[in-house]
């Protein structure tokens, strides 16, 4: 059975409703499938209290089988709304191995705040999946577009979604209004599986410009460790894809001359003047003196070794 979190998430994903969609939680891929796999027990579970004894080593073990799991059942977005303070070397072997197979892989960034909020002096702790290269790692904003009080706030963090008092469904058939960087995950992988559900043959990393490309509330500066480069447009994002897709580049209105480091205007005058044939001839006449006095040399070096033998 699904652990509570589990179905929350899932429902966000890809929740279908009820009669015939009318009510309950429609998810932002709504014919994508659910591959539940658990790595963390739930708290009421009987035997919490052994996991919650193991060594970290142990619990990073079962995420890695978990991933190396999702990718032999032929998953194409993994979504982890969990989070480690450590990496692993075995859990970046069974992501690297996960790219490898095509799949787009999506993390929560982590609930520990930023520096003002959780008392930090620089940035939120490094929270793993998150970290790992070639994971997207997804901040909570609210319902306004504020980044939330307790969204980690460091440089893993790529994009952001919805993740205060997000409406789910639980596995108790109840809805639940649920708050983290668990539901923001899990928002950001249905528009993933949005995606790849239209254009199953696209890279990872076409997913991942499409996804980072058309977000909306951008940052000033097109980046902050708040909420990476904006927050996820799923409509935006769909059609990007169809472009990547389609192998349509984009059309820039940057002139020729501004590209490639200014272009020929951009190119100084020579360091030196050119030389005419005068300085040729004597560096030649030059080449060939030192090329007669090595030879000579050759030989009287010849001649010495032979007469001490």
Not at 3 to 31: N, Q
Not at 32 to 48: A, E, G
Not at 247 to 261: E, H, K, N, Q, W
Request: proline share 7%; charged share 15%.
């Amino acid at each position: 059975m699904p652990s509570a979190s589990d179905s929350w998430m899932a429902s966000l994903i890809a929740g279908h409703g009820h009669d015939g969609g009318g009510s309950g939680v429609i998810g932002i891929a709504p014919r994508s499938r659910i591959l539940s796999i658990r790595v963390i027990p739930d708290r009421t579970d009987p035997h919490y209290g052994a996991y919650a004894r193991e060594p970290e080593g142990t619990i990073q073990r079962s995420l890695a089988a978990g991933i190396d799991y999702a990718v032999r059942h032929g998953a194409r977005v993994i979504s982890m709304s969990i989070g480690y303070g450590a990496p692993s070397g075995v859990v970046e072997a069974a992501l690297l191995n996960a790219n490898a197979h095509g799949v787009v892989v999506i993390a929560s960034a982590g609930n520990s705040g930023g520096p003002s909020d959780a008392g930090y002096s620089d940035m939120a702790p490094d929270s793993f999946p998150a970290e790992y290269p070639g994971v997207i790692s997804v901040a909570a904003v609210d319902d306004n577009g504020d980044v939330a009080s307790f969204s980690s706030d460091n440089l893993s963090v790529q994009l952001a979604a919805p993740g205060v008092s997000v409406p789910a469904q639980g596995r108790d058939g109840q809805y639940w209004l649920v708050s983290g960087t668990s539901p923001a995950c899990a928002l950001v992988a249905g528009v993933a599986a949005l995606i790849r559900s239209r254009y199953p043959g696209l890279a990872p990393d076409l997913v991942v410009s499409a996804l980072i490309t058309t977000t909306t509330d951008r940052p000033r500066e097109g980046y902050d460790n708040e909420e990476g480069f904006g927050i996820v447009n799923a409509a935006a994002a769909l059609a990007k894809a169809g472009q990547l897709a389609d192998g349509r580049a984009d059309v820039t209105s940057i002139s020729l001359a501004y590209r490639f480091g200014g272009g020929p205007a951009a190119v100084g005058s020579a360091p030196v003047r050119p030389r005419g044939p005068g300085p040729l001839i004597l560096f030649a006449l030059l080449a060939l003196a030192s090329l007669v006095l090595i030879g000579v040399a050759g030989a009287r070096l010849t001649t010495l070794r032979r007469s001490s033998w």
